[in-house]
């Protein structure tokens, strides 16, 4: 997936790259032809016109995508078009005599609810065709033919502004690099192919341009190698270091459970050497015991606190009163704190949606006689907000595992009105390794369609055995995002030095024309 995103990203900057220097050539192109014939004004305008889209391409390669940024680009993009059309309505039909056809009109309705551009780009090329069918230009067709590619590229691209739809179907297609941007990037990828061939039939007949456009080309090419190699090089050292943090990240979150489990066993603790708490128990005031483990239920933050007797039966659960039927014998934390042991744990219930995650700690009760006579169990559920929090600090989706279920997650549905709590882990060979083998997964899977590195450690009760899996992930595309930022700006660099080797660029190429003519 990392190499596709690298090849999407690379193809999509090329693509800019190399429609700014397509039209810059054909700038440079009417640009010769106007230096021949100074009074030809409309020669001039189509040389600006090329020049201006040159620049929107360049600048679009250059810049990170921002909508005031966009706004700025179209509304110049449509001028540059505005400057071609201008130029070549105003440049009259070269006809056969006394054989000169009536300009015919094709009304544009279908492009009423089109971008400006996108209706100007089909009206160069429909002009385009006219003055290669009707007169002597029939060299104009595959110009006709490119800014037909490039209008239809850009009716596409106005389906971008649905993107953000809440139907996943159409947000997948409609994606950054989806089906519908592939085609939109095919078309206008021909178009400018067709319109980089043409051009170059009339260049590779003027020397001085010739060898200026073949410098400048290979300059780009150099660049473009370049910027690609080391890229590539960027991107694997951020996934490696991405997979580096993750495992510390893993480490950090088993390191803040284990917090989290000492506090619920200093908690249990506490209430079992509370002399009312011992007074009311080994009386049987089970209406005093309900008060006072309420109380501290409710002062130490607690999702379940019970007294269990010494033979395993509850005498009272603060949470639900009514709940003293259940016994607890045979339990490891029951049979730990029977020994004298204070403990901890991590256990997981199945629920109805979705299992749930407690932290439970056991601290014996001893009378007065220094006997155990039964055990306090206080308990911590591991709920969405602690994975919310985890992720307010560390920029990660967190998951918390009850075996192959999720319990708690920051992982959401696309419209982002759901979370995937309840969901099960799909991959088998995280399952197959942590679960079975207890051991911790590092590299890259598949959540719902979308592409993370993750890390994945096993979740162990005190009995040893595995009870689920805590997990971060991070999107993949936040490292092709950070290279394409690394992209951009050595591109902008890149523009700057080539832009100021143009003007030797030009005297070398006049220089070797002068001395290739003589």
Do not use: C
């Amino acid at each position: 997936m990392l190499l596709y995103l690298l090849f999407a990203n690379t193809a999509h900057f090329t693509l800019a790259v190399l429609s700014a220097f397509v039209f810059f050539s054909a700038a440079l192109l009417y640009f010769d032809s106007w230096v021949v014939n100074i009074k030809s004004k409309t020669v001039f305008t189509r040389s600006m016109g090329f020049l201006v889209l040159a620049a929107v391409q360049a600048a679009r390669a250059a810049s990170p995508a921002s909508s005031a940024l966009m706004v700025v680009l179209e509304i110049t993009e449509v001028f540059g078009l505005i400057l071609i059309l201008a130029s070549l309505i105003g440049e009259p039909v070269l006809s056969p005599p006394k054989t000169r056809k009536a300009a015919a009109f094709i009304p544009a309705l279908g492009f009423a609810l089109t971008p400006l551009s996108a209706v100007l780009y089909f009206l160069i090329a429909l002009v385009y065709y006219r003055k290669s069918t009707e007169g002597y230009e029939k060299q104009l067709k595959p110009a006709a033919l490119a800014f037909l590619f490039l209008g239809i590229a850009k009716i596409i691209s106005v389906s971008f502004a649905w993107s953000d739809t809440s139907i996943v179907h159409w947000s997948r297609l409609l994606a950054k690099f989806g089906l519908i941007a592939n085609i939109e990037s095919a078309f206008m990828g021909i178009g400018i192919v067709i319109l980089g061939v043409w051009i170059w039939g009339f260049i590779r007949f003027r020397l001085q341009i010739q060898l200026f456009v073949i410098t400048i080309a290979l300059s780009v090419f150099i660049f473009l190698s370049t910027t690609l190699f080391f890229t590539y090089l960027l991107l694997n050292n951020l996934q490696n270091d991405a997979l580096a943090h993750l495992k510390t990240d893993t480490n950090v979150m088993q390191y803040s459970l284990e917090s989290l489990k000492s506090e619920a066993l200093a908690h249990a603790q506490a209430v079992a050497a509370d002399n009312s708490v011992l007074q009311a128990f080994t009386a049987g005031d089970s209406d005093a015991l309900y008060a006072l483990t309420s109380a501290h239920l409710t002062t130490q933050g607690l999702t379940t606190l019970a007294l269990i007797d010494s033979s395993g039966r509850v005498v009272v659960r603060a949470e639900n009163r009514d709940a003293t039927n259940e016994s607890l014998k045979g339990d490891a934390l029951f049979e730990a704190a029977l020994k004298g042991e204070s403990v901890s744990t991590l256990s997981s219930l199945e629920g109805v949606i979705a299992p749930e995650t407690f932290i439970k700690a056991a601290a014996p009760v001893k009378g007065s006689d220094s006997a155990i006579v039964g055990m306090v169990l206080a308990g911590v559920r591991i709920d969405n907000s602690f994975v919310d929090g985890v992720k307010n600090a560390t920029g990660l989706d967190t998951t918390i595992f009850g075996r192959d279920k999720r319990a708690a997650t920051t992982l959401v549905s696309e419209d982002g009105k759901s979370r995937f709590v309840g969901t099960k882990e799909a991959n088998q060979a995280i399952i197959k390794k942590v679960l079975e083998n207890g051991e911790t997964f590092i590299g890259t899977s598949q959540i719902y369609n979308r592409p993370y590195y993750v890390a994945y450690a096993p979740l162990t009760s005190f009995g040893g055995e595995t009870i689920g899996m805590i997990s971060v992930a991070k999107p993949e595309n936040t490292l092709t995002d950070a290279a394409q930022a690394s992209i951009n700006l050595t591109f902008l660099g890149s523009i700057i030095l080539i832009t100021l080797s143009v003007i030797p660029v030009f005297f070398l190429s006049r220089f070797l024309k002068k001395h290739l003519e003589v």
